[in-house]
């Protein structure tokens, strides 16, 4: 069976099938067999009926029996029920607002049921429980008592995929060439890739299923760093400009800053010049936790290059970010008495330079004026958004590059920034004040080195985050009102610009910006200048709303997540954040961020529409974690694989995202990755790492 085929070319699918893989993202043969169980249920621990008692959890076998749809007396609720019986007992399972299921299940289908038993009048019962139709007791997994369950959607069944798979592992050759080199695998006890295959579609005991699961997470893991490393080998060839400098100048720079540094950010400061002064390109990743000062060490760093003749390119994830940089930049080098010329360009069309009149502000200018002055070396330091990696935006000397948030730019975007025309490649600063877990960061900034901002400047306070019940709403808007009457400002964060659409029932708790915005100017804040802020808006409706929020002709703002990176209005100290429980951890220690800007004490008012266990443990670390990296670890240890940060974010897979809580087996990889890049920095020793890594995905070679 050739495994790069596609999945209809070996399998009968029906229309329905095919749209439903589609759905699952499995196109070939190959992506079927790479599509792992989400758990397992093991039949050998399975009970008689007899057997039930309340609060078991379980999976009951047996045959249907009777099927019914009924309504409940008092609410008209449809429900369908069926009874199932074994040879030592009968059970009935109910579904409500679930009609179909009495359709889909028939007197006479052998079943299996998981889910909670219960006892009412009637006696035991089972609700809502996950059902699968079987052929025969015994024939479950063909003899197996270990059941792997897939993840479904309608159309494909756990069933249909065990089948298929099993066909699949049937048809594959006795030698498949691991890519793993066999002594990594001994000296991890780690099975090989068709053991692996095997034992985590048909495993015999649950503990085959972990041992295969860390090989593949462990293989995962490892081909991200091996690529990074093979990456950074690449990119250590090229010549970058060296940039000297004379360190009593540079101390007499920094000792200039309107504050005193704190001693992460001279370290990382210090990390940077030295990296600057190598023929070698830098490649610096800096993670400063919400406030903690990272625009100082990418001044200091603009300035080293400057000063050496130099250009610099810095790349902001949104216009609204590149625009407040641009405005720091000049604001920073007046107060430093030096008047660099600074540059800024958007997909927009916004181009902005410092007028000459005043050059604290800035004029709007043509683009072609702006790129003129850009290739002719006039202007040092551009910033901009994407639109920086346009074949029409040259520079002259460009000697480094900073990205900020860089996670949200693709590698393809942030590789035509560092690579330069004429050969050199410029320095690279990236940074991020997105919580990163270390593991994570380890694997997926593998080619970076990692500096870290964990201070906060002197005066900053912690902010005073509470979860509000809905009952505290009018004690939540007190607090508001008092801050302003202090001179004060506010955020009230909303997950939607607009409100739903009625029929859509699930959206209509989800606070809208619009009529959230209109409520509390009409009903709370009748004497308070309320503005909005959302994606929708156009360029300059955004700078318009943020410049008057900066000047406080705003008291409160009104917005969507867009405020999440980057909007300093040191002002602003209390932040409400309604619906919480539809952003992840990280998310809102962001968006909490934005009131941690100044010496005066941050609050953090957080709602959850949701009142579940889960949410409400994930609330209660917001208000217990010290910092950001502290959050983002509990957010690893407490969430379901793939969720942290959204695991396709970082092209992870859900396998991978196991891994990532296991700090040993990162290092392990990543020890291993590095062993082979010294030996072999262009990997053609090892032929099958190489392909592995060009092929970019699960590649399996037979001999």
Request: hydrophobic share 40%; net charge positive.
């Given at each position: 069976m050739d495994l790069n085929s596609s999945i209809e070319k070996n399998f009968r699918l029906s229309p329905r099938q095919k749209s439903a893989l589609d759905k699952l993202g499995l196109k070939t043969t190959k992506d079927l067999l790479f599509y792992f169980p989400?758990?397992?249920?093991?039949?050998?621990?399975?009970?008689?009926?007899?057997?039930?008692?309340?609060?078991?959890?379980?999976?009951?076998?047996?045959?249907?029996?009777?099927?019914?749809?009924?309504?409940?007396?008092?609410?008209?609720?449809?429900?369908?029920?069926?009874?199932?019986?074994?040879?030592?007992?009968?059970?009935?399972?109910?579904?409500?607002?679930?009609?179909?299921?009495?359709?889909?299940?028939?007197?006479?289908?052998?079943?299996?049921?998981?889910?909670?038993?219960?006892?009412?009048?009637?006696?035991?019962?089972?609700?809502?429980?996950?059902?699968?139709?079987?052929?025969?007791?015994?024939?479950?997994?063909?003899?197996?008592?270990?059941?792997?369950?897939?993840?479904?959607?309608?159309?494909?069944?756990?069933?249909?995929?065990?089948?298929?798979?099993?066909?699949?592992?049937?048809?594959?050759?006795?030698?498949?060439?691991?890519?793993?080199?066999?002594?990594?695998?001994?000296?991890?006890?780690?099975?090989?890739?068709?053991?692996?295959?095997?034992?985590?579609?048909?495993?015999?005991?649950?503990?085959?299923?972990?041992?295969?699961?860390?090989?593949?997470?462990?293989?995962?893991?490892?081909?991200?760093?091996?690529?990074?490393?093979?990456?950074?080998?690449?990119?250590?060839?090229?010549?970058?400009?060296?940039?000297?400098?004379?360190?009593?100048?540079?101390?007499?720079?920094?000792?200039?800053?309107?504050?005193?540094?704190?001693?992460?950010?001279?370290?990382?400061?210090?990390?940077?010049?030295?990296?600057?002064?190598?023929?070698?390109?830098?490649?610096?990743?800096?993670?400063?936790?919400?406030?903690?000062?990272?625009?100082?060490?990418?001044?200091?760093?603009?300035?080293?290059?400057?000063?050496?003749?130099?250009?610099?390119?810095?790349?902001?994830?949104?216009?609204?970010?590149?625009?407040?940089?641009?405005?720091?930049?000049?604001?920073?080098?007046?107060?430093?008495?030096?008047?660099?010329?600074?540059?800024?360009?958007?997909?927009?069309?916004?181009?902005?330079?410092?007028?000459?009149?005043?050059?604290?502000?800035?004029?709007?200018?043509?683009?072609?004026?702006?790129?003129?002055?850009?290739?002719?070396?006039?202007?040092?330091?551009?910033?901009?958004?994407?639109?920086?990696?346009?074949?029409?935006?040259?520079?002259?000397?460009?000697?480094?590059?900073?990205?900020?948030?860089?996670?949200?730019?693709?590698?393809?975007?942030?590789?035509?920034?560092?690579?330069?025309?004429?050969?050199d490649v410029p320095h690279l600063l990236s940074m991020t004040a997105t919580p990163i877990p270390r593991t994570l960061a380890l694997t997926i900034y593998g080619d970076l080195d990692l500096s870290l901002l964990d201070e906060l400047p002197a005066g900053r306070k912690s902010p005073i985050t509470k979860i509000i019940s809905p009952e505290e709403r009018g004690t939540a808007y007190a607090m508001i009102r008092e801050e302003i009457n202090k001179g004060r400002q506010a955020y009230i964060i909303c997950p939607r610009i607009d409100e739903p659409d009625p029929e859509k029932e699930m959206a209509l708790l989800a606070k809208s910006v619009k009529e959230e915005a209109k409520k509390l100017k009409k009903e709370i804040f009748q004497e308070m200048e309320i503005g909005i802020l959302h994606g929708k808006m156009t360029p300059q409706e955004k700078e318009e709303a943020l410049l008057k929020f900066k000047d406080n002709k705003i008291n409160i703002l009104v917005a969507t997540s867009v405020v999440e990176v980057g909007i300093n209005v040191p002002n602003a100290t209390i932040i409400i954040i309604e619906g919480a429980e539809r952003f992840g951890l990280a998310q809102l220690h962001q968006l909490r961020g934005r009131v941690i800007r100044s010496s005066h004490q941050p609050y953090c008012l957080v709602f959850a529409e949701s009142k579940s266990q889960k949410t409400t443990e994930r609330l209660k670390a917001l208000t217990s974690a010290k910092n950001g990296f502290e959050l983002a670890e509990y957010d690893l240890k407490i969430r379901g694989a793939g969720e942290l940060g959204g695991g396709k974010q970082w092209g992870v897979s859900d396998i991978g995202m196991e891994a990532l809580k296991n700090i040993k087996m990162v290092e392990a990889a990543r020890t291993e990755s590095q062993k082979i890049i010294a030996e072999s920095p262009d990997l053609k020793k090892y032929p099958l790492l190489l392909a592995k890594i060009a092929n970019n995905g699960k590649q399996i070679h037979f001999e």
């Amino acid at each position: 069976m050739d495994l790069n085929s596609s999945i209809e070319k070996n399998f009968r699918l029906s229309p329905r099938q095919k749209s439903a893989l589609d759905k699952l993202g499995l196109k070939t043969t190959k992506d079927l067999l790479f599509y792992f169980p989400s758990r397992y249920e093991n039949f050998s621990e399975r009970k008689n009926i007899a057997s039930l008692a309340e609060g078991d959890k379980t999976t009951v076998f047996g045959e249907v029996l009777e099927a019914s749809l009924g309504k409940t007396w008092k609410k008209r609720m449809s429900i369908s029920e069926i009874t199932v019986g074994d040879n030592t007992g009968i059970i009935k399972a109910v579904w409500f607002h679930q009609p179909y299921m009495a359709k889909m299940l028939n007197v006479g289908d052998k079943v299996a049921l998981t889910g909670k038993i219960s006892r009412n009048k009637s006696g035991l019962s089972i609700s809502n429980p996950n059902f699968e139709k079987i052929s025969a007791y015994e024939a479950l997994g063909e003899g197996s008592v270990i059941l792997p369950v897939y993840s479904e959607t309608s159309g494909i069944t756990s069933r249909w995929l065990r089948f298929a798979i099993q066909r699949i592992l049937n048809s594959l050759e006795e030698n498949i060439a691991d890519p793993i080199p066999k002594e990594i695998l001994k000296k991890y006890h780690l099975p090989s890739l068709k053991s692996s295959l095997i034992f985590i579609h048909k495993p015999q005991k649950l503990k085959d299923a972990e041992a295969a699961r860390k090989r593949l997470a462990f293989e995962e893991i490892f081909f991200i760093q091996l690529a990074r490393l093979s990456q950074r080998q690449e990119r250590e060839k090229h010549h970058s400009l060296k940039i000297n400098f004379d360190q009593e100048e540079l101390g007499k720079f920094l000792s200039s800053f309107p504050f005193e540094l704190t001693g992460a950010q001279k370290k990382v400061i210090s990390a940077v010049a030295g990296d600057m002064q190598k023929s070698s390109p830098m490649s610096r990743l800096l993670e400063g936790d919400v406030g903690s000062g990272k625009t100082a060490v990418a001044i200091a760093a603009v300035y080293l290059a400057i000063s050496a003749g130099y250009q610099v390119a810095y790349m902001a994830p949104t216009e609204i970010l590149a625009g407040q940089h641009f405005q720091s930049f000049i604001e920073y080098f007046s107060e430093l008495r030096l008047t660099p010329k600074i540059g800024l360009i958007t997909s927009s069309g916004c181009q902005k330079f410092p007028s000459k009149v005043n050059p604290s502000e800035a004029t709007k200018i043509s683009r072609a004026q702006l790129l003129k002055w850009v290739e002719n070396g006039e202007i040092p330091i551009l910033i901009g958004t994407h639109s920086l990696i346009q074949d029409k935006v040259k520079l002259k000397n460009l000697a480094l590059v900073i990205i900020d948030e860089q996670h949200r730019f693709g590698a393809r975007q942030r590789a035509s920034l560092v690579t330069d025309k004429s050969g050199d490649v410029p320095h690279l600063l990236s940074m991020t004040a997105t919580p990163i877990p270390r593991t994570l960061a380890l694997t997926i900034y593998g080619d970076l080195d990692l500096s870290l901002l964990d201070e906060l400047p002197a005066g900053r306070k912690s902010p005073i985050t509470k979860i509000i019940s809905p009952e505290e709403r009018g004690t939540a808007y007190a607090m508001i009102r008092e801050e302003i009457n202090k001179g004060r400002q506010a955020y009230i964060i909303c997950p939607r610009i607009d409100e739903p659409d009625p029929e859509k029932e699930m959206a209509l708790l989800a606070k809208s910006v619009k009529e959230e915005a209109k409520k509390l100017k009409k009903e709370i804040f009748q004497e308070m200048e309320i503005g909005i802020l959302h994606g929708k808006m156009t360029p300059q409706e955004k700078e318009e709303a943020l410049l008057k929020f900066k000047d406080n002709k705003i008291n409160i703002l009104v917005a969507t997540s867009v405020v999440e990176v980057g909007i300093n209005v040191p002002n602003a100290t209390i932040i409400i954040i309604e619906g919480a429980e539809r952003f992840g951890l990280a998310q809102l220690h962001q968006l909490r961020g934005r009131v941690i800007r100044s010496s005066h004490q941050p609050y953090c008012l957080v709602f959850a529409e949701s009142k579940s266990q889960k949410t409400t443990e994930r609330l209660k670390a917001l208000t217990s974690a010290k910092n950001g990296f502290e959050l983002a670890e509990y957010d690893l240890k407490i969430r379901g694989a793939g969720e942290l940060g959204g695991g396709k974010q970082w092209g992870v897979s859900d396998i991978g995202m196991e891994a990532l809580k296991n700090i040993k087996m990162v290092e392990a990889a990543r020890t291993e990755s590095q062993k082979i890049i010294a030996e072999s920095p262009d990997l053609k020793k090892y032929p099958l790492l190489l392909a592995k890594i060009a092929n970019n995905g699960k590649q399996i070679h037979f001999e």
